[in-house]
């Protein structure tokens, strides 16, 4: 099962920044396999790692990431409000986390956040750039037609589609995949507790629950035999699954 750090390691490093993935490529050698991002696009079209939409909550910036230019946009902080030492932090470009993974063994989880902006053109150009370095990316969305284009664009893409049941029924969400060719479906760790990991399986696809942050749930997934979990704490998980294994 491959453990991936949530936006890095965010509860040592301010979530989606280099000092954040660069923690994550430190534990490769300790159990954890890699890390989930988030990527948006900024007004002059350069690809960016942020979650949100606004840049409000995770910086002492105001306003649309879509409405910032790449010089703009590195000009804010996005340590300033994790409470600890390291402050001063910038968004990082998608060039600049995938050079960090870059040669190494590491799974670099890619969510295209375009749900509730279609950043026109995003595929192409993240397909583009991922096919410059040497790591295993994975593309997540919970734009269903979103991860259609990627698998149009390149066949061998991986792709994993989001679910939470405020966005997709569980039933429709492994018949869309079906229909766009994804590989697996990326539930909410709670939605898994209700049969969605056999129906997964029995579809003949992988899933990949976020966020999990619990040892026992990690142990319970080792054993209902889940590939891959997302967890704010890759470390534990990686020590559970070591646990699990004996």
């Known amino acids: 099962m491959l453990i991936l750090g949530h936006r890095g390691e965010p509860r040592l490093a301010p979530e989606n920044t280099v000092a954040s993935f660069a923690l994550v490529r430190n534990d490769l050698d300790h159990g954890v396999d890699g890390a989930e991002c988030d990527v948006q696009m900024t007004k002059d079209g350069e690809l960016v790692v942020i979650h949100d939409e606004k840049v409000d909550r995770t910086t002492d910036g105001h306003g649309w990431v879509k409405d910032f230019t790449l010089q703009e946009i590195r000009k804010l902080d996005a340590g300033v409000r994790f409470p600890g030492p390291l402050h001063h932090e910038p968004i990082p470009t998608m060039r600049e986390v995938f050079e960090v993974f870059d040669g190494t063994r590491a799974t670099l989880n890619v969510e295209?956040?375009?749900?509730?902006?279609?950043?026109?053109?995003?595929?192409?150009?993240?397909?583009?750039?991922?096919?410059?370095?040497?790591?295993?990316?994975?593309?997540?969305?919970?734009?269903?037609?979103?991860?259609?284009?990627?698998?149009?664009?390149?066949?061998?893409?991986?792709?994993?589609?989001?679910?939470?049941?405020?966005?997709?029924?569980?039933?429709?969400?492994?018949?869309?995949a079906r229909e766009q060719g994804a590989n697996a479906i990326h539930p909410y760790v709670l939605n898994t507790l209700d049969g969605l990991i056999r129906e997964v399986h029995e579809a003949g696809l992988a899933i990949a629950p976020w966020t999990v942050d619990l040892s026992v749930l990690v142990r319970h997934f080792v054993a209902s035999g889940v590939e891959t979990v997302i967890s704010n704490d890759p470390r534990m998980a990686a020590e559970a699954v070591a646990g699990e294994r004996g």
């Open 112 to 176: 295209l956040k375009n749900s509730e902006i279609a950043y026109a053109g995003m595929e192409e150009r993240l397909l583009e750039l991922a096919s410059r370095y040497s790591l295993n990316v994975v593309y997540s969305s919970f734009n269903v037609q979103s991860m259609g284009v990627i698998r149009k664009l390149d066949a061998k893409a991986r792709t994993g589609l989001l679910y939470a049941p405020w966005l997709i029924k569980a039933p429709d969400v492994v018949a869309a």
